[in-house]
């Protein structure tokens, strides 16, 4: 057990030695990521926009939920429509009338900007779109009017009312930190596998009569430099 901790605490020591020999080379492939990836996010990353809208499930004959004739059966009838109303929202039918509507963009860009969730177990359903142009507001409006026609068309029970437009697009801040910490725990890996790499590949030189010795288990009696 005493040469078994030996062995670990020299394999410790021989890496300590091998980091520390290498050391220059380790800091320069660290600094060289994190600089690169902060510069991409300072310079080459595009800001992103944000904008959403809210939409919710009432009954046909009227628009305000407090009515008397607004029952918790209604309610829970509803909310469990509502989980149907999202998958619309999310259909090819839905997508491509917003991108022929808006003209600018094809149903493909606009599934990878909009997204539609019921908010928990109510009746409403909150439509998003991120994009990295200014107009995700304007994307939005137009995407919840298609989405609310085609529910309409499709799945006419009850009604469905807008309870907020998107007004504006707000930019969504970026994690420059995070960008950065992920260059310099990349370059320090990275930095490190290439010392080792090398340490290994050199460990299968033969430098001196030592290692001879060491790696045939013979005496050797004459060596020719």
Request: net charge positive; glycine share 4%; aromatic share 8%.
């Amino acid at each position: 057990m005493e040469n078994i901790n030996s062995s670990q605490y020299m394999s410790l020591i021989d890496i300590i030695k091998i980091l520390k020999k290498r050391i220059i080379f380790i800091v320069f492939v660290t600094v060289l990521c994190t600089g690169i990836m902060a510069a991409k996010s300072k310079y080459f990353s595009k800001p992103m926009y944000k904008a959403y809208t809210t939409a919710v499930i009432v009954k046909g004959d009227t628009n305000i939920i407090a009515d008397p004739q607004y029952t918790q059966s209604d309610v829970s009838l509803y909310q469990k429509i509502a989980a149907t109303y999202v998958q619309i929202a999310k259909s090819n039918l839905v997508l491509n009338n917003t991108a022929e509507e808006l003209k600018k963009y094809s149903p493909s860009e606009i599934r990878g900007m909009v997204t539609a969730v019921q908010n928990g177990e109510t009746q409403i359903i909150e439509l998003s779109v991120m994009s990295n142009n200014r107009d995700a507001d304007t994307i939005a409006n137009v995407y919840c009017d298609n989405f609310i026609k085609e529910s309409m068309r499709i799945l006419p029970i009850g009604k469905i009312e807008v309870l907020d437009h998107a007004t504006n697009s707000y930019q969504v801040s970026t994690s420059k930190l995070d960008n950065i910490g992920i260059g310099f725990l990349l370059g320090l890996a990275v930095a490190i596998g290439i010392v080792f790499l090398k340490d290994y590949i050199d460990s299968f030189k033969i430098r001196d009569e030592k290692q001879v010795s060491k790696l045939l288990n013979i005496p050797v009696l004459i060596t020719i430099k």
